[in-house]
């Protein structure tokens, strides 16, 4: 394997840019590049993308290529990507190895989530930014309900030691997260491991799931709303289903609240991110409804917490219900104004802004 990643490093390096991926050119001389290699074009997973891109035109799928990740024939992904929002990934391979999960989470809260480890990876993959890969991420940018989606949890855990440990240590009350404070990465793998099938999970459940309303929640702070909704059913889930196993389930949910209400809140500042945007309305809303405390600089969890997440929950649902009577764009804006409500929005600025107190903490901690 080790001449095919460095095969794949040379060729990656020579490609043009990546708006010109999908010419008939550049398909043409990858192929020939891809073909011409003894130890390339003998691993199955080249072969795929050289049976897609010999007659890729724009619309296709990557038959052959999501065929044989979503049958996972060998633990490759080989292709070509184009994902704005992962700029290193052009052609790309890594080998990966999946991770053990509780039978009745698998079950009962199936999707198609992959949480894997890489074992190996070109430059794309190792870029640090790169935490998932998802159907649409390749060339054709489609995604079909079979398509496989992949979460790098090595990298999950590596952004947790680097940036949640550090902000729990600094800004919360000492025993707020007592499986996760100073835990081992086995125990965060298996919490993030958990994180992730509940969030995709999610995704794909209640009235307004994605990717059906994908265009009405696309704009940022509602992408935003839609990213908590997920994660705060995920975190009670972890609190209510008594025949998941408790320590794992707990560990699980403090590890979702965490990052949520902690990582998150740092990012993009000055300028937030969808996910940001989420943290401060989680953050705003748990402080004006009891749920969380902000004293002397310290953040202290209250007893009613959990009550509050699921009221915090039940405000959305009632909303999104009401997508089976009314319009979209009505339910839209409801949703809107409903993240607005616990968000700080600067008209001159045109964007979002950030806790004070957060960008402080992120400034003194250098995360």
């Known amino acids: 394997m080790e001449q095919v990643f460095a095969e794949i490093q040379e060729i990656r390096q020579t490609l043009p840019e990546r708006a010109m991926f999908r010419e008939e050119a550049t398909l043409k001389e990858l192929s020939r590049r891809l073909e011409v290699s003894p130890s390339l074009r003998r691993q199955p997973a080249v072969q795929a993308l050289l049976e897609d891109v010999r007659s890729f035109r724009s619309g296709d799928r990557l ?28 052609l790309d391979y890594l080998t990966y190895e999946t991770l053990p999960t509780d039978p009745h989470l698998a079950e009962r809260y199936a999707s198609n989530t992959m949480p894997v480890n890489i074992t190996k990876a070109t430059d794309g993959f190792r870029s640090r930014v790169v935490v998932a890969l998802f159907p649409e991420n390749h060339i054709d940018g489609i995604q079909q309900p079979e398509d496989l989606i992949f979460y790098f949890i090595d990298k999950f855990v590596e952004r947790h030691n680097r940036i949640t440990r550090k902000m729990i240590d600094a800004v919360m009350e000492p025993g707020s997260f ?43 702070p509602l992408a935003g709303l839609e990213e908590l909704r997920v994660d705060v059913s995920g975190m009670l889930v972890c609190l209510q289903d008594e025949k998941l196993p408790r320590e794992e389930a707990m560990t699980a949910y403090e590890f979702m609240l965490a990052e949520r209400l902690l990582r998150y809140a740092v990012e993009g500042i000055p300028r937030p991110n969808y996910d940001a945007v989420a943290s401060q309305l989680l953050f705003n809303y748990l402080s004006e409804h009891n749920g969380i405390r902000l004293a002397n600089g310290k953040i202290t969890l209250l007893p009613g917490l959990p009550g509050v997440l699921a009221g915090f929950l039940n405000e959305i649902e009632r909303i999104e219900s009401r997508i089976h009577t009314e319009p979209v764009d009505a339910v839209k804006k409801d949703l809107l104004g409903f993240t607005n409500a616990y968000t700080v929005y600067d008209p001159e600025a045109r964007d979002y802004q950030h806790i004070p107190y957060f960008a402080e903490i992120k400034q003194r901690l250098g995360v």
Not at 67 to 77: A, L
Request: net charge positive; hydrophobic share 35%; glycine share 4%.
């Open 178 to 220: 007592p499986r996760i404070q100073g835990a081992s990465d086995k125990t965060v793998e298996l919490a993030c491991s958990w994180w992730v099938r509940l969030h995709e999970y999610h995704h794909r459940h209640g009235d307004m799931p994605i990717p059906d309303f994908l265009s009405a929640k696309k704009i940022k």
């Open 63 to 90: 038959e052959a290529v999501k065929e044989h990740i979503n049958t996972r024939r060998d633990n490759h992904i080989f292709s070509l990507f184009d994902a704005s929002y992962f700029p290193a990934l052009g």
